[in-house]
């Protein structure tokens, strides 16, 4: 009796079988030139393929195989079957879809309560102004040691499945080869290279190009990082510079994160847009919830950020604090179970495919013509 | 009149009839000069796009390097590589596929085609064919997209029954038959390869064992009613373009992962378990036509490739995986031929490192019919005289046979359809406003 684990992975195998076969995608992206480079199609190898593909969906639209032909051919729904396999190997552990974003929504309102409960009402909804106000609400202590907990532990399980992933799919690589190809690997990841479609552009919402996926993606990403930043520098400043939260609207955490959230929502909104207005022919349906989980907790927590920064000397201070850090625990708590995990595995596959590339790219004989 | 065929009193301009590559470079041409244009397709929109869905690259000359095609291809080169593969191929069409197929890449690019970039080194190295990006069914989305951006009046499911001089067209959808009276009808609807009764007649019984490679659309329809009104043939109907395909392969649209391979380091037997000899021990891309042909005239249509480990080894990853056998009497008993002399065959000229013995079944697939209909150069159909039939143009696969009639050369058949297309279309709309 097949599991449906292996059901996915034969399906899938015996897909990608037919696009080695046919090549005729192979200018859109990485996956079909790795995939020449592993006829065998071993588990190991679709799942690295499948943490390659970004999902432009030009590979359904150009496919002469797809539904209705007898092949079948649906790669970008047999990947995502894939990918969502692979976290879950690798993590060991995912939730329902359902409960993913059950989880997400108990975390964000979690800390809401907790303050409605533990801060007394006069301090809650009080006005605070000027540097300490944030620590008046929520003590420094408890918020220090919370996020502590809430990111330590999700990105330490994240970084165990990284290296479990990366024995699967690169246990025979050296040291000085991973180093080499480290660059190239983050020009792709900065870049978001696969998701040119070989110049044409992706087919985000149909069988036209657009680069429009690509760009909010790019404000995802960036706007994401900036955030990030915004959190190290605040870090900083109370540190290094002894300053207090809430910081002056001219510093480099505000600065950070107003720019990096309003980037991250437009973003966000963007990418929800064309997922709700994109053809669903080439989509797994049951891998949808958790990609529109990930994008309602980025969306919220950018959000609940820009309005804490807006009204912070208002008396909804207390309790947009608590929501926006409510957002942040969502994201870290869903970490490893979501569709966040697309981010390191893509990552590693793409330093895979980054070595392989080098390896091959000794010139060689030219082969007649076809 | 059927829902589906517009009744506002009066036809297009222009009737294009066919779905693939050909059709859609005249709609498009054709309404770009200004003309009401409707394009005719039997298939469904899932299944638009004729055998173009299948087709990969085309074969262009040019005078030095792109970033699609490197070095150089010399219009007088190509036109010589054309002649030399089929002696009997007219000249004049000759010399215009070949002057025209410089701007092919341009013009498609500029309907939105991609082409593939050959820096990019996933390619076989070609300097006379440019590569679509994504293969066939990308650039049908791209033109298909295009020609309804322009208003091309798209009616798929919908078949072109009758062709009669001066414009004239029956159209039958699901709801029934309906005249229309088109200035102009441009047939772009290939060859017969999907008509069983018709192969039937060609080839006689090896017919049966035919694999349909391409659209199952391509009845021939209009080539019939083309040559009954009088237009001049071209070719013949016994000819094809033919190539071994897997016995399992679908019975239409396998495309191009159905091709079979390995019968040159393998040994091929017949149904009857006699050697199926290759005289010419081609090693190129001919060597899939050749087979074709050597497996059409087998009894059945059917053939066996008989591979050891390393035969197998060499064949590399396939759609279809082969059937492996651990000795020579289960061998025989596959195939049903007798043990003492398959064992004799395979002593005398099978592979040296057997058994285990592995085989791939084969059948002849077909690619296009070798029959059509005379044109001149701007696609105007020629009747016997060689009197062009007013209001009567033919582009694409439907007239091929006159420049394609001998040795295929790989990229041809789609730089015939798109260079072809695009002037019938141009001369059909003159023909129109004139």
Same mark, same amino acid.
């Given at each position: 009796m097949p599991t449906p684990d292996t059901m996915i992975l034969d399906e899938a195998r015996r897909q990608m079988t037919v696009c080695v076969v046919c090549k005729y995608c192979n200018g859109y992206c990485d996956v079909f030139r790795a995939a020449d480079r592993r006829p065998a199609l071993s588990d190991a190898d679709l799942l690295f393929l499948a943490n390659l593909c970004h999902h432009c969906r030009n590979c359904w639209y150009a496919c002469q195989y797809r539904p209705p032909h007898a092949f079948a051919v649906a790669l970008p729904a047999a990947l995502a079957r894939v990918r969502v396999l692979s976290w879950r190997r690798f993590v060991g552990l995912r939730p329902s879809p359902g409960g993913l974003a059950g989880l997400a929504l108990a975390a964000t309102l979690l800390v809401p309560l907790l303050a409605v409960l533990l801060v007394p009402a006069e301090t809650l909804f009080a006005t605070h102004r000027g540097p300490g106000a944030f620590h008046a609400v929520i003590p420094r202590d408890a918020m220090v040691w919370g996020a502590a907990l809430a990111i330590l532990g999700p990105v330490g399980w994240v970084a165990v499945a990284m290296v479990r992933f990366w024995r699967a799919i690169g246990a025979d690589t050296s040291g000085p080869q991973v180093a080499a190809a480290v660059p190239l690997a983050l020009r792709d990841i900065v870049t978001l290279r696969n998701l040119s479609g070989g110049g044409a552009g992706c087919n985000d919402r149909d069988d036209a190009a657009s680069g429009a996926r690509r760009r909010a993606h790019h404000l995802v990403l960036?706007?994401?990082?900036?955030?990030?930043?915004?959190?190290?520098?605040a870090?900083?400043?109370?540190?290094?510079?002894?300053?207090?939260?809430?910081?002056?609207w001219i510093s480099a955490p505000v600065l950070l994160g107003t720019t990096g959230g309003v980037a991250l929502l437009a973003g966000v909104a963007a990418l929800a847009w064309i997922k709700h207005r994109a053809d669903p022919a080439p989509e797994a349906p049951e891998t949808r919830t958790a990609e529109w989980t990930l994008l309602a907790v980025l969306g919220a927590a950018a959000a609940s950020g820009l309005a804490l920064l807006v009204l912070r000397e208002t008396a909804a201070m207390g309790m947009l604090l608590a929501l926006h850090l409510g957002t942040v625990l969502a994201f870290f708590v869903t970490l490893p179970f979501g569709k966040m995990m697309h981010a390191p595995f893509r990552a590693l596959a793409l330093l895979r495919a980054a070595i392989d590339r080098q390896e091959t790219a000794r010139p060689h004989a030219r082969p007649q013509d076809p | 009149m059927p829902a589906a065929i517009p009744s506002d009193g009066h036809g297009p301009d222009i009737l294009v009839a066919g779905g693939g590559l050909a059709a859609l470079c005249a709609a498009i041409a054709a309404r770009r000069t200004g003309a009401s244009v409707w394009l005719v397709d039997a298939a469904p929109d899932t299944l638009r796009g004729g055998n173009a869905r299948h087709g990969r690259n085309l074969r262009v000359a040019h005078d030095g390097p792109t970033a699609h095609v490197p070095d150089r291809y010399a219009v007088t080169e190509l036109e010589a590589d054309l002649r030399r593969a089929d002696p009997g191929a007219d000249p004049q069409l000759l010399h215009r596929l070949a002057? @025209?197929?410089?701007? !092919?890449?341009?013009?498609?690019?500029?309907?939105g085609v991609a082409f593939q970039p050959h820096a990019a080194g996933a390619l076989p190295y070609s300097r006379r064919t440019v590569f679509l990006l994504g293969g066939g069914t990308a650039m049908v989305n791209a033109l298909a997209r295009t020609a309804r951006r322009l208003g091309v009046r798209v009616l798929h499911e919908t078949t072109v029954e009758e062709v009669a001089p001066g414009g004239h067209a029956v159209l039958r959808a699901r709801e029934g038959r309906a005249e229309v009276c088109a200035r102009a009808i441009v047939a772009c609807t290939g060859g017969f390869q999907a008509n069983r009764p018709w192969l039937r007649d060609a080839f006689g019984c090896a017919a049966d064992g035919f694999v349909n490679r391409g659209t199952p659309y391509a009845t021939g329809r209009v080539l019939r009613a083309l040559l009954d009104r009088g237009a001049a043939p071209v070719g013949h109907a016994t000819h094809a373009h033919?190539?071994? !395909?897997?016995?399992?392969?679908?019975?239409? @649209?396998?495309?191009?992962? %159905?091709?079979?391979d390995g019968m040159a380091w393998g040994l091929v037997l017949d149904r009857d378990g006699r050697p199926v000899r290759d005289a010419t021990h081609e090693t190129g891309s001919a060597r899939y036509s050749g087979w074709g042909r050597r497996v059409a005239a087998c009894p059945g249509g059917l053939a066996h490739v008989i591979l050891d480990n390393a035969g197998v080894a060499r064949l590399g990853r396939r759609v279809y995986a082969p059937r492996t056998m651990a000795d020579t009497d289960t061998l025989a008993q596959t195939l049903g031929v007798d043990p003492a002399r398959l064992a004799a065959t395979l002593a005398r000229e099978g592979p040296a490192g057997g058994p285990p013995w592995h085989v791939l079944s084969i059948r002849?697939?077909? %690619?296009? %019919?070798?029959?059509? !209909?005379?044109? @001149?150069?701007?696609?105007? !159909?020629? @009747?016997?005289?060689?009197?062009?039939?007013?209001?009567?143009?033919?582009?694409?696969?439907?007239m091929a046979p006159a420049v394609l009639g001998g040795r295929y050369l790989s990229g041809t058949a789609l730089t015939v359809c798109a260079v072809f297309g695009r002037r019938a279309g141009e001369a059909a709309a003159r023909h129109a406003h004139a």
């Amino acid at each position: 009796m097949p599991t449906p684990d292996t059901m996915i992975l034969d399906e899938a195998r015996r897909q990608m079988t037919v696009c080695v076969v046919c090549k005729y995608c192979n200018g859109y992206c990485d996956v079909f030139r790795a995939a020449d480079r592993r006829p065998a199609l071993s588990d190991a190898d679709l799942l690295f393929l499948a943490n390659l593909c970004h999902h432009c969906r030009n590979c359904w639209y150009a496919c002469q195989y797809r539904p209705p032909h007898a092949f079948a051919v649906a790669l970008p729904a047999a990947l995502a079957r894939v990918r969502v396999l692979s976290w879950r190997r690798f993590v060991g552990l995912r939730p329902s879809p359902g409960g993913l974003a059950g989880l997400a929504l108990a975390a964000t309102l979690l800390v809401p309560l907790l303050a409605v409960l533990l801060v007394p009402a006069e301090t809650l909804f009080a006005t605070h102004r000027g540097p300490g106000a944030f620590h008046a609400v929520i003590p420094r202590d408890a918020m220090v040691w919370g996020a502590a907990l809430a990111i330590l532990g999700p990105v330490g399980w994240v970084a165990v499945a990284m290296v479990r992933f990366w024995r699967a799919i690169g246990a025979d690589t050296s040291g000085p080869q991973v180093a080499a190809a480290v660059p190239l690997a983050l020009r792709d990841i900065v870049t978001l290279r696969n998701l040119s479609g070989g110049g044409a552009g992706c087919n985000d919402r149909d069988d036209a190009a657009s680069g429009a996926r690509r760009r909010a993606h790019h404000l995802v990403l960036w706007g994401f990082l900036l955030t990030v930043a915004a959190t190290l520098a605040a870090a900083g400043a109370h540190h290094l510079l002894g300053m207090r939260a809430p910081y002056p609207w001219i510093s480099a955490p505000v600065l950070l994160g107003t720019t990096g959230g309003v980037a991250l929502l437009a973003g966000v909104a963007a990418l929800a847009w064309i997922k709700h207005r994109a053809d669903p022919a080439p989509e797994a349906p049951e891998t949808r919830t958790a990609e529109w989980t990930l994008l309602a907790v980025l969306g919220a927590a950018a959000a609940s950020g820009l309005a804490l920064l807006v009204l912070r000397e208002t008396a909804a201070m207390g309790m947009l604090l608590a929501l926006h850090l409510g957002t942040v625990l969502a994201f870290f708590v869903t970490l490893p179970f979501g569709k966040m995990m697309h981010a390191p595995f893509r990552a590693l596959a793409l330093l895979r495919a980054a070595i392989d590339r080098q390896e091959t790219a000794r010139p060689h004989a030219r082969p007649q013509d076809p | 009149m059927p829902a589906a065929i517009p009744s506002d009193g009066h036809g297009p301009d222009i009737l294009v009839a066919g779905g693939g590559l050909a059709a859609l470079c005249a709609a498009i041409a054709a309404r770009r000069t200004g003309a009401s244009v409707w394009l005719v397709d039997a298939a469904p929109d899932t299944l638009r796009g004729g055998n173009a869905r299948h087709g990969r690259n085309l074969r262009v000359a040019h005078d030095g390097p792109t970033a699609h095609v490197p070095d150089r291809y010399a219009v007088t080169e190509l036109e010589a590589d054309l002649r030399r593969a089929d002696p009997g191929a007219d000249p004049q069409l000759l010399h215009r596929l070949a002057m @025209d197929s410089r701007d !092919v890449p341009r013009w498609l690019a500029a309907q939105g085609v991609a082409f593939q970039p050959h820096a990019a080194g996933a390619l076989p190295y070609s300097r006379r064919t440019v590569f679509l990006l994504g293969g066939g069914t990308a650039m049908v989305n791209a033109l298909a997209r295009t020609a309804r951006r322009l208003g091309v009046r798209v009616l798929h499911e919908t078949t072109v029954e009758e062709v009669a001089p001066g414009g004239h067209a029956v159209l039958r959808a699901r709801e029934g038959r309906a005249e229309v009276c088109a200035r102009a009808i441009v047939a772009c609807t290939g060859g017969f390869q999907a008509n069983r009764p018709w192969l039937r007649d060609a080839f006689g019984c090896a017919a049966d064992g035919f694999v349909n490679r391409g659209t199952p659309y391509a009845t021939g329809r209009v080539l019939r009613a083309l040559l009954d009104r009088g237009a001049a043939p071209v070719g013949h109907a016994t000819h094809a373009h033919l190539v071994a !395909v897997d016995a399992r392969a679908p019975a239409d @649209d396998g495309g191009i992962v %159905t091709r079979a391979d390995g019968m040159a380091w393998g040994l091929v037997l017949d149904r009857d378990g006699r050697p199926v000899r290759d005289a010419t021990h081609e090693t190129g891309s001919a060597r899939y036509s050749g087979w074709g042909r050597r497996v059409a005239a087998c009894p059945g249509g059917l053939a066996h490739v008989i591979l050891d480990n390393a035969g197998v080894a060499r064949l590399g990853r396939r759609v279809y995986a082969p059937r492996t056998m651990a000795d020579t009497d289960t061998l025989a008993q596959t195939l049903g031929v007798d043990p003492a002399r398959l064992a004799a065959t395979l002593a005398r000229e099978g592979p040296a490192g057997g058994p285990p013995w592995h085989v791939l079944s084969i059948r002849p697939g077909i %690619t296009f %019919t070798g029959l059509g !209909v005379r044109v @001149d150069p701007d696609g105007r !159909v020629l @009747d016997r005289c060689g009197a062009p039939v007013p209001g009567l143009f033919a582009a694409g696969m439907i007239m091929a046979p006159a420049v394609l009639g001998g040795r295929y050369l790989s990229g041809t058949a789609l730089t015939v359809c798109a260079v072809f297309g695009r002037r019938a279309g141009e001369a059909a709309a003159r023909h129109a406003h004139a």
